[in-house]
């Protein structure tokens, strides 16, 4: 592990935070009450059962999904009515489950596209792309990092899928989030392409305060500070690791079957 | 690219971990580079004026193959590079030529001026539909760009008084270009004309497809969820080219009228759609140069057919368009090429 999260002393919002946040399809009640706070550098696990409401909670994070009822809101100011983009841009970035990239661009143009998306240049329609030489060196030392410097001219469906989520992780990277939220960022990853993941996650900026959803327990022990624990969609737990393994709760809803 | 003779910032820095499979050639870390805009305009310009300088008979089918080319482009940047299935962008050409008509044999009967409104006329169409139809995709978008080229087409059959309906639009002698070069008989004047504003065409959709923005829209065609998740105004970004879209197509439409003096409620209709859409496939859709060489094979092919047998020239078509689906073009290049380098 890189050096420990550090806790923001002198911050006093949460750069993250949900309020009594419900969320029902139907007569379906998948998030009840979730009440979260999330500081700067923090490194948290969502975990919980199939069908806990991980990814719906996510969900409503990124913005994909609005809340039937409580809040959201982003160093403090509330964005639960704000859209995705809005949140994008006041610092929330979220990965994929499924590696969902834009399959025949280069990896190089990719991670380009994430740092016009930043720099608020997606609406120029003249210059070319090349004619943006910051962008292609950030574009650059950014793939260079996770190792991908040598795929930079490759179409993005060509790379091992390990690869493809290192891409996934440039991307959310590219946007300088405060928050981001990793959404089972190990999933279908072949063992031998695993480590180089692990020291992506590993590498993050120690103030990007960070929320996985996984379902990899060595991952998570590995990887996160603090746990909050999802079962039928309400808070079960949520604590340092350590507490959480010994929870009995925990253990009976979910690891210890 | 620049980084080939500097060192690359990639071995500068240390990788986090190395790749676990063989390593890849260097020239898999060269990026990407896009052609300069004006390569493919100046080629254009250097064929078209070949073909009217050899060809002066054919200077007809010259002008009718940049005047497609035009709107086949426009199509593409809706169709290969946005990714909006449309078979109604006939609206968008029929919207350019009923008005730069209409403002011929009412205002003014300046060429140029006359291919502003067209421009105009296509930008606004395109701008007033896009912010409905881009709430939609796939099939949905399809059958909304039938209507609403539908109802364009019914809204120029009503107003009999503006278009003159069934009868067509004539009455209207365009000026000379740019006050010196007056439309002759032999369609001189018209060919280049057409040709020159093809090439303007090609440099502007050129320049727009490979800007941040045209970035943007590739990637909203490939993965929309993925760049909503980037922060992309996915529906603003849409509206825009679609609407730059409809600019070329009313430009190709003014053309038609100013180089036919005649306009017809088939420039509104729904062959025009699909024709257009079959010259795009036919040529490959998403890289530009695609949609002229399809409009060129498909005006050329259409026009040697039909002066073979009038009748079932679309057989012809037909065929040729079967080939190209089955066989990608791709394909066909290399198999032709393994003949060829197997002979010598």
């Keep these: 592990m890189a050096a420990a999260p550090a806790r923001g002393p002198d911050v006093n919002a949460p750069v993250l935070e949900t309020r009594a946040l419900d969320k029902r399809f139907g007569g379906l009640h998948v998030t009840r009450q979730v009440s979260l706070a999330l500081q700067a550098g923090e490194r948290v696990a969502l975990i919980g059962p199939n069908g806990a409401g991980k990814t719906t909670l996510v969900h409503q994070l990124s913005g994909v999904l609005a809340p039937t009822s409580g809040q959201v809101l982003l160093d403090g100011a509330d964005v639960t009515r704000r859209s995705q983009a809005w949140r994008v841009r006041s610092g929330l970035a979220r990965t994929f489950q499924i590696t969902t990239l834009a399959p025949h661009l280069p990896v190089q143009r990719q991670v380009e596209l994430a740092l016009f998306e930043r720099e608020g240049l997606t609406g120029r329609a003249w210059r070319s792309i090349d004619a943006y030489p910051a962008i292609a060196a950030e574009a650059r030392e950014l793939l260079a990092r996770l190792g991908l410097a040598e795929h930079a001219g490759w179409a993005t469906e060509r790379l091992a899928y390990g690869e493809q989520r290192l891409v996934e992780i440039a991307l959310a990277l590219a946007l300088k989030p405060r928050v981001l939220l990793l959404d089972e960022p190990m999933a279908g990853v072949p063992q031998g392409e695993g480590d180089r993941l692990l020291a992506a996650l590993d590498a993050l900026p120690a103030e990007l305060a960070v929320v996985i959803i996984e379902h990899d327990m060595d991952l998570v022990f590995r990887f996160a500070r603090r746990i909050v624990v999802l079962a039928e969609g309400a808070v079960l737990a949520d604590g340092a690791p350590d507490a959480i393994r010994r929870d009995p709760r925990v253990r009976e809803a979910y690891l210890g079957h | ?344």
């Design chain 2, 1 to 344: 690219m620049n980084e080939g003779t500097t060192t690359s910032p990639a071995s500068a820095t240390q990788p986090l971990a190395q790749p676990a499979t063989a390593r890849p050639s260097p020239a898999d870390a060269v990026a990407p580079r896009v052609a300069p805009p004006w390569r493919s305009a100046l080629v254009v310009l250097a064929i078209g004026a070949a073909a009217w300088w050899a060809l002066p008979e054919q200077l007809g089918l010259l002008t009718r193959i940049a005047i497609a080319a035009l709107f086949v482009l426009s199509l593409d940047l809706v169709v290969g590079i946005a990714g909006l299935p449309t078979l109604g962008h006939a609206a968008l050409f029929g919207a350019g030529a009923y008005a730069a008509a209409i403002f011929a044999l009412r205002v003014h009967a300046d060429p140029l001026l006359g291919l502003a409104v067209g421009v105009g006329a296509g930008a606004l169409l395109a701008v007033l539909s896009g912010l409905f139809l881009v709430r939609y995709q796939g099939f949905t978008f399809l059958m909304l760009t039938v209507a609403v080229a539908q109802i364009v087409a019914s809204l120029a059959q009503k107003a009999r008084d503006w278009t003159g309906a069934d009868d067509g639009l004539t009455g209207f002698t365009m000026q000379p270009l740019l006050g010196r070069f007056a439309f002759d008989l032999e369609g001189r004047t018209a060919a280049l004309y057409a040709v020159a504003a093809l090439a303007v065409g090609l440099y502007v959709a050129r320049r727009i497809a490979d800007s941040p923005f045209g970035l943007a829209v590739r990637g909203i065609h490939e993965n929309r969820a993925r760049m909503a998740a980037l922060g992309t105004p996915v529906r603003r970004r849409l509206i825009a080219m679609y609407t730059l879209a409809g600019a070329l197509a009313g430009a190709a439409g003014a053309l038609s009228a100013q180089t036919n003096a005649i306009v017809g409620l088939d420039s509104l209709s729904f062959a025009l759609s699909a024709e257009a859409l079959v010259m795009l496939i036919l040529g490959g859709a998403g890289r530009l140069y695609g949609a002229l060489v399809g409009a060129a094979v498909f005006t050329l092919l259409h026009h040697t057919a039909a002066s073979i047998n009038p009748y079932h020239w679309l057989f012809v078509v037909g065929g040729v368009l079967m080939a190209v689906v089955i066989v990608p073009p791709d394909r066909a290049w290399a198999w032709l090429r393994r003949r060829l380098g197997g002979r010598t």
